[in-house]
C-alpha cells in the first residue's frame, strides 16, 4: 500500500470534528445575518503560471491550476455572473498551495471568508468587524487581539516629509520588515533621525501603537483614518470589553489591492493570523469590467482549528520565548552582546552536547542548531527569535522580520582562485561554491554567463583539482585562502550575525522585543542620543 503524496494528509476523529464544528457555527452566524453561500470549483483555468499555485496538465495539454485562495476564483464568478450589488458573500473550502520543499508545511488548508461587495459605505467595515467578533463569541474563542491598520497610512504618513519617491520606497521597503539597521540608516541619510515619530514608527503596534497615535502627522487623510480605528475601537468595547483592540502604525498591506482599513487578529498560542482582511477597492469587477468596492475577511480555519484545540485541552499559558541560535561562531559571538543587553545566556557557558538551555528564570529557552536550520524551527513557531548570519539568510526563502545586524560574527562573500586565472577569458568558467543564490545574483550583475557547482564543504579544493575555475566563499581573515594558495578576485557582500524573529512573535511578546531591540541598538549605537526618544 503506497502511502500519501508529500505535504499532503487525512484528517481524522478530533482534529476534523473541530473543523466541522468551526464551518457549523461559521454557517449559522453568516446564514442569521443573510449572507450568501459561493462555491467554487477545486480547478481553474491555468491562464498564467503563478508561482502560489499547483497545476494539471488536460488530456489536451490545457494547464489547470487548484484553486490556492478564493480571492481568484471569486473574482472570476463576480466578472461572468451578473449579480445585484451590494452583495453579501461567504465561503468555507480547501485551498492547495505548493509548499517549500521539505519544509514539512501541508499544500492543503481550509479557508474560509465572508465579502460586502458593491458597498462604499463605512458601515460595511463595520459590518465585516460585527461579524467576526460575533463568530469569535459563537465559538467561544476569547484569547484573540484585533490590530486595526490602513493600507495607505505608510504613503500619508510619508506624504507628509520633503522626500523622493525613491527615498519613499526605501523607507517603506525597511518600515514594514522591521529591518531597524536599514531603517536607522535611511532615517539618517535622509536627515530624519531627530524626528521623535520616526524614529519609534517600525515598532508602533500594540500599546506603542496607541501611544504613537498622537504623533501621526497632522493631515484630512490621516484625521480620518484615525477617527475610523476609533469608531471600530468602540464598536469591539461595546461587544466585549475584555477583548484587546489596537492599532498597528507599521503594517505592511496585507495585499497590494488593498485600499483602506485592515484587520487582523492573532492569538498568544499560535504563529499565524488567524483573521485578516479588510478593504479592497481595486481588485474585482463586474461582468461590464466595472471596479467593484470590496470590504472582506479571510479565515485561517486551520489556525483556529489549533487555537480551538488548545483551548479545549486548556493546555497552560506560554510563559517563555525560545532562541534559536545558529551554534559554533555565530552563537560564540553573539553570546557576550546578549549579555550586555540584559538576556541571561550562562547555561550555554558549557553547554557540552547538550542543545537545549534554559536561563536561571525559566523565561528564556536556547536551542542550538546547524545555521541552515535556524529558519525551520521559527517557521514552525517553536522558535520565536533566531540569530544567524546573513550568509544563511541570503539562501532561504525568508518571511520572518530581519530586525538587526548584530555586526558581529563578520565575514566576506569573495571571489577568489588560483593564481593563473583568467576569468575575462573563460567563455563559461564553473564557479563552485556553498552559495549558489548569492553567486548567481553577483554573475547576473556582471552579465556573465556561468556554471555553478553546489558543494557542501572545502570549497577551495574546487580550482586546485580543476573542479571548478573558480570559487564564491565567505572569508573572515583570508588565511584559509593563502594556505590553499588562492586569491581574491573579487569582494561580493558583508557577511554578519543578524537578528530575525517570527512575525507574530514579535506581536504576542512585544514588550520584550521592543526592551531588547533598544538595549541592543544602545549597544551598537551607543553615541545616538536620539534612542533616548524611544517610547516605553
Not at 481568484?72 to 520543499?101: D, K, M, V
Not at 472582506?296 to 489549533?306: P, S, W
Not at 513557531?381 to 545586524?405: C, K, R, W
Not at 580543476?466 to 569582494?491: C, H, M, P, R, Y
Request: glycine share 4%.
Amino acid at each position: 500500500m503506497e502511502g500519501l503524496p508529500a505535504t499532503s494528509r487525512d484528517e481524522f476523529g478530533e482534529e476534523l470534528l473541530i473543523k466541522q464544528n468551526i464551518e457549523h457555527h461559521f454557517n449559522l452566524i453568516l446564514n442569521q445575518a443573510h449572507f450568501l453561500p459561493i462555491a467554487t470549483p477545486f480547478l481553474e483555468k491555468g491562464e498564467t503560471l503563478r508561482p502560489d499555485s499547483m497545476y494539471l496538465s488536460g488530456k489536451d495539454g490545457e494547464l489547470f491550476t487548484l484553486k490556492s485562495d478564493m480571492t481568484r476564483p471569486l473574482s472570476r464568478f463576480l466578472a461572468t455572473n451578473h449579480i445585484n450589488y451590494p452583495a453579501h458573500l461567504y465561503y468555507f473550502g480547501e485551498t492547495f498551495t505548493p509548499p517549500t520543499q521539505l519544509s514539512g508545511h501541508y499544500n492543503q488548508q481550509t479557508q474560509a471568508g465572508f465579502e460586502i461587495i458593491g458597498e462604499t459605505s463605512w458601515a460595511a467595515e463595520q459590518e465585516i468587524l460585527q461579524q467576526t467578533l460575533n463568530l469569535m463569541a459563537e465559538l467561544d474563542v476569547t484569547d484573540l487581539e484585533i490590530e486595526l491598520s490602513d493600507a495607505k497610512l505608510a504613503d500619508a504618513v510619508l506624504a507628509t516629509y520633503q522626500l523622493s519617491p525613491q527615498q519613499i520606497t526605501c523607507l517603506k521597503d525597511a518600515l514594514f520588515n522591521k529591518n531597524m539597521t536599514q531603517y536607522r540608516q535611511k532615517l539618517k541619510a535622509y536627515h530624519l533621525i531627530d524626528d521623535t515619530f520616526l524614529v519609534n514608527w517600525p515598532m508602533a503596534f500594540g500599546l506603542r501603537g496607541d501611544a504613537l497615535l498622537p504623533l501621526l502627522p497632522d493631515s484630512p487623510e490621516i484625521n480620518a483614518m484615525k477617527t475610523h480605528w476609533q469608531e471600530l475601537i468602540n464598536s469591539v468595547k461595546a461587544f466585549n470589553s475584555n477583548i484587546k483592540v489596537h492599532v498597528d502604525l507599521a503594517a505592511r498591506p496585507l495585499k497590494s489591492y488593498y485600499t483602506g482599513t485592515t484587520i487582523r487578529t492573532f492569538s498568544q498560542h499560535v504563529s499565524e493570523y488567524i483573521f485578516s482582511g479588510g478593504r479592497y477597492d481595486q481588485l474585482l469587477q463586474d461582468h461590464r469590467g466595472c471596479l467593484l468596492p470590496a470590504v472582506g475577511i479571510g479565515i485561517n480555519v486551520d489556525a483556529l482549528a489549533t487555537l480551538k484545540a488548545h483551548t479545549n485541552k486548556q493546555q497552560p499559558e506560554k510563559d517563555n520565548l525560545t532562541f534559536v541560535l545558529a551554534k559554533g561562531r555565530v552563537e560564540k559571538a553573539v553570546r557576550p552582546l546578549l549579555k550586555n543587553a540584559g538576556i541571561d545566556n550562562s547555561a550555554l557557558e558549557n553547554p557540552e552536547r547538550k542543545l537545549i538551555f534554559h536561563s536561571n528564570d525559566n523565561k528564556l529557552t536556547f536551542i542550538l542548531v546547524k545555521a541552515d536550520d535556524v529558519v525551520q524551527y521559527l517557521d514552525a513557531g517553536i522558535g520565536d527569535i533566531g540569530i544567524v548570519g546573513s550568509d544563511t539568510m541570503a539562501e532561504q526563502p525568508f518571511n520572518h522580520y530581519d530586525l538587526l545586524d548584530l555586526n558581529v560574527a563578520r565575514a566576506q562573500f569573495v571571489l577568489a582562485s588560483t593564481h593563473d586565472f583568467r576569468h575575462h577569458i573563460n567563455m563559461r568558467p564553473k564557479i563552485a561554491t556553498k552559495y549558489p543564490t548569492i553567486t548567481r545574483q553577483y554573475f547576473d550583475k556582471q552579465n556573465k554567463d556561468i556554471q555553478i557547482i553546489k558543494l557542501t564543504g572545502s570549497v577551495e579544493l574546487a580550482p586546485l583539482t580543476d573542479l571548478a575555475d573558480a570559487i564564491v566563499d565567505i572569508s573572515q581573515t583570508g588565511t584559509t585562502l593563502k594556505e590553499n594558495n588562492l586569491k581574491v578576485l573579487d569582494e561580493l557582500n558583508d557577511v554578519s550575525a543578524h537578528l530575525i524573529a517570527n512575525r507574530i512573535s514579535v506581536r504576542q511578546q512585544r514588550a520584550f522585543f521592543n526592551e531588547l531591540i533598544y538595549n541592543l541598538l544602545n549597544i551598537l549605537e551607543p553615541n545616538d542620543e536620539n534612542l533616548s526618544k524611544s517610547i516605553n
